[in-house]
Each structure stands twice: as C-alpha cells, then as structure tokens.
C-alpha cells in the first residue's frame, strides 16, 4: 500500500484493490493497521460521498522510502551475479506479467 501511495497522489480504496490486485474489502485490515501506525489517512472523497480516499502521512512517506530503499538493496544484491542481457531479460518477463489482467 506505502509504495501504490508513494508518488504523493491520494488514492480511492477501489483504485488501491486494482493497483494491488485486491478486493477493496480485503484492504481494510491492511489500511487499518497503516492508520493506526499512524502512515495513513482517510477521508471522503470530494465528488463521491461513497468513495474513502487514502493518502500517506508524513511517517508514512517515511516508511515509503525506508522501504523503497531496503528493496533496492535486496534487488542489487539479487542480480549482482546476472549479466546485462540477463537482467534485461528478467525485467522485460516481469513487465509482461505485470501486464497480465486477471
């Protein structure tokens, strides 16, 4: 959820469910926890009294970019062995899967 919210643009619940390939009901529990972590709000959406918008607090941000800076680290070390082509290779596979609508 930090990293879908990462960019700074507050997301609806339903956008999230699709950007993490999730039911919005599903999200509840995990967006409970971010906000009583104190990583997220939510409030109303300003043209859709139904819909909750989600955006990042400050210590969110934060944990946004503790994260984003661990996987880093963690995919560097992954393909340190891997050449060029390989890593091309491995991202171009991934892109296509990324793509897949299920």
Do not use: C, Y
């Amino acid at each position: 959820m930090l990293a879908n919210l990462s960019d700074g643009k507050p997301r609806t619940v339903s956008e999230l469910g699709r950007l993490a390939g999730a039911a919005p009901t599903t999200l509840t529990s995990v967006l409970d926890r971010l906000d009583r972590r104190g990583h997220v709000t939510r409030g109303r959406h300003p043209f859709d009294r139904r819909a909750v918008v989600v955006e990042l607090t400050p210590a969110g941000r934060r944990a946004a970019t503790t994260i984003r800076q661990a996987i880093g680290r963690l995919e560097r070390r992954a393909l340190a062995a891997l050449d060029t082509e390989a890593i091309a290779a491995l991202r171009a596979g991934l892109d296509a899967l990324a793509e897949v609508d299920g």
